[in-house]
């Protein structure tokens, strides 16, 4: 067994391979045979910030992965069974991180692959589809309201218009040229110009506001023009804002969302159906973990790059 961490926390050279044991199994939860983990920004976070104490020594990246069940503990009331082909949201503490060969999950953090999709396409679901549901159940707009995405290019904001469209939402969604044709495509019913004022531009054309804001690309404070008195902005990093109150915001954590196993089945059937469309950006061998953070930290780049662990 093994795994991509740091001893050192740093830049993506910091990443080395790393011989961690191997976890225990206990109730509720299942072993994977982790084939594939998804290079999310989070990742780099967790490689480069400060250790916080003696148990954060050894520090393992990864919040997605998809590979194969191994072993089911007891007390484990979902229908899987060893041999089946599965998707999962990880949340990494110390060793435990989806960068590793052998992983030990609640059975809630996990929901089988569906056919017609590989393992590499299935690990950019999990945690990136969790927190765009995660982002739409917090807004709670009924049918017909009408919801801004900023950064509705990147992952997140690309499942964001896809599920907010299947909610009965109107969506405006910012884009680059390069960028317009795939936002259309997902369901986008205005594109604002990326490099427009956002707020202005929505503003201009929706003089109240627009009921609800998904904030993928971290404007903060600049984004909160757009919505209208008593709307709500979501933010997905945090929010290092004015601390305003004509809106009300409000920053999500997808760890809230890691045993909800419904809304990862229905992410799984909705990719596995074509109407969630998966994006992978690259595919590199886990001990190239370093290589894939430096691509990480390249602009413009579309999709998620995946990791690839050999078993």
Known sequence: MHAIGVRQPGGPDALEELRPAA???????????????????????????????????????????????????????????????????????GEHGGYRSDLVVPSGSVAKVPAGLSQTQAATVPMNGLTAQLALDTLALPAGASVAVSGAAGTVGGYVIQLAKLAGLIVIADAGRQDEAFVRACGADEIVPREDDFAAEIRRRHPAGVDGLVDCAVLDSAALPAV??????????????????????????VRDYVEAGDKLDRLSDLAGSGRLTVRVAGVLPAEQASGAHHKLEERGRRGRLVLEFDN
């Open 23 to 93: 976890e225990p199994l206990g109730p509720g939860q299942v072993r994977i045979r982790v084939g594939c983990a998804t290079v999310n920004p989070a990742d780099a976070v967790i490689r480069s910030r400060p250790r916080q104490d003696e148990a954060d020594v050894v520090r393992v990246p990864g919040m997605e992965v998809a590979g194969v069940i191994t072993e089911i503990g007891p007390d484990v009331d979902r229908p899987f069974e060893p041999g089946d082909a599965v998707m999962a949201i990880v949340v990494p503490s």
């Open 228 to 253: 209208k008195d008593g709307g709500t902005v979501v933010t997905v990093r945090g929010y290092q804002g004015d601390g305003t109150d004509r809106v009300h915001v409000t920053p999500i954590f």
